[in-house]
């Protein structure tokens, strides 16, 4: 085996990877949109064509959903599972973009080079930079270092609806040494990081109703309930002055820092006034006395995802709606059960529904938070292969989203799952003009090939 040699083909063969990634990319596999099932479909074909190009046995399985791509290919060694999603988040609001989200570029930045698209970073660019990395091995060393499953879902963005039972039902399939995850990020451009702690999350939705029909408000207002303003009020009383979230139970399970982890997050010297000044704001928001590294990565949220109802079209309807809707979503952390908090925050609500409103619930995904060991000797060698291929040392670190399939893989399968990527904050992940530096995917894929050579 010789790694040298690895990363030169890699380094050789970056602008065929790029093209390959530019392929994947054109696939409009937005999951959660029912109109674009086909596109998931196609984008879980392109993905089963190419793992077979590399010699893995793979196979498109069906779900309830968007379909599972496994394969798997023997080599000597540990057994390694890699997890990747192939779906995206959708584009809206496109005119936000600087150009169609599905027809990507490289595009030259002050930064440096970046791969523009819906999914670049999120998780199309990642999910290639693993099995680019499985190419070049193979190419140079004609076997893997390992026995390898790939496993590639197409429905993270949406939730994961069929992940549990599909885990479940194919669990002796998908077991493994340790489950590789790329869908994270650096710590910053120049330190690479191992995901050690991923928040929960829980997805609400609620439709309140008053009249029965939309209403004139000049002919019914002020003696109509207006369902806009119930809606308003109960999402205004989420939280109270302080930041703090006000359903009831909810803090049940989160825990104080430890000052051990306190200290080691305080040695990331993370660049606080950097984070929020480059989305353009200057002051943290959330609970008060508390950073927003401390905020993002160990404290629970509530927030309103979307909120919508009567008219807000172009000029102007004096109507007094009959219904409003919101989604809400809430960040969980420590031992928080999200079944529980659902319970509560509908109670809540139903608390404070006026005389003539009624509510409609419709519950989104639900997954606990998760902590994940990092006691086997793999992270340390990880993080070492990692520390090597960028300038600075590897860190262990947090994150505020979410990745359920991680606490699936320990639960589920008994798998410690090992989360790795090379997404940068300003990478524009759900929002418009996504992107993926050149840098994050050629030296991802070269972490890869390292990360291979040291657990192997
Ligand atoms: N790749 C993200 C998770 C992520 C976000 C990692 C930010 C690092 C930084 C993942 O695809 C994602 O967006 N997950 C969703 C959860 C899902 C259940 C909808 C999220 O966190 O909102
Ligand atoms: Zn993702």
């Not at 027809?103 to 930045?109: A, I, K, L, R, S």
């Not at 026995?147 to 002796?172: C, D, I, Q, R, W």
């Amino acid at each position: 085996m010789s790694l040298d040699a690895v990363l030169s083909r890699i380094d050789a063969d970056l602008p065929a990877a790029t093209d390959r990634l530019l392929e994947l990319l054109r696939i409009p596999s937005i999951s959660t949109d029912p109109a674009f099932k086909a596109d998931c479909d196609a984008a879980a074909d392109w993905l089963v064509a190419d793992l077979k190009t590399l010699g893995v046995d793979a196979a498109k399985r069906v779900t309830p959903g968007h379909p599972m791509v496994v394969g798997h290919i023997d080599g000597e060694g540990p057994h390694l599972l890699f997890y990747g999603h192939y779906d995206v988040q959708p584009v809206d609001p496109l005119d936000l973009w600087d150009r169609d989200p599905f027809d990507p570029e490289v595009q030259e930045t002050p930064k440096g080079p970046v791969i523009r698209a819906r999914g670049a970073a999120d998780d199309k660019g990642q999910l290639m930079t693993f099995v680019e990395a499985c190419r070049a091995w193979k190419a140079v060393n004609g076997t893997l270092p390992c026995k390898l499953t790939f496993f590639l879902e197409g429905e993270e963005e949406s939730g994961s609806p069929s992940l549990v039972p599909f885990m479940t039902e194919n669990a002796e399939e998908l077991k493994s040494d340790l489950a590789l995850i790329c869908d994270t990020g650096l710590f910053e451009s120049r330190v690479p990081a191992i995901t050690t702690m991923l928040r929960g999350l829980l997805g609400e939705e609620f439709t309140i109703t008053g009249p029965t029909r939309d209403l004139h408000s000049g002919m019914y207002g002020g003696a109509a309930i207006n369902p806009i303003r119930v809606l308003s009020r109960i999402i205004a009383a989420l939280h109270d002055e302080t930041g703090r979230i006000t359903v009831p139970g909810f803090y049940d399970g989160v825990p104080e820092l430890s000052d051990e982890m306190r200290a080691q997050w305080q040695g990331l010297a993370f660049d606080h006034a950097a984070f929020l000044g480059d989305v353009g704001l200057s002051h943290p928001a959330g609970e008060q006395d508390r950073t927003p590294l401390e905020m993002i990565w160990s404290r629970p949220t509530c927030e309103v995802n979307g909120i919508w109802g009567g008219y807000t079209g172009a000029g102007f309807k004096t109507v007094l709606p009959s219904k409003a809707s919101a989604k809400i979503s809430f960040r969980l952390v420590g031992t928080q059960d999200p079944l529980k908090i659902r319970e509560n925050f509908r109670e809540m609500v139903r608390g404070m529904l006026p005389p003539d409103c009624k509510v409609e619930f419709h519950g989104h995904g639900a997954s606990q938070a998760g902590a994940f060991d990092t006691t086997d000797p793999a992270f340390e060698q990880a993080r070492q292969a990692l520390s090597d291929e960028w300038p600075d040392t590897a860190a262990y670190i947090g994150c505020g989203g979410s990745i359920p399939i991680a606490g699936h893989f320990a639960n589920i399968l008994g798998t410690t799952p090992m989360l790795i990527g090379f997404g940068k904050d300003d990478d524009q992940i759900h929002s418009p003009n996504e992107k993926y530096d050149m840098e994050s995917f050629h030296k991802g894929i070269r972490s890869w090939a390292r990360v291979l050579a040291a657990l192997t």
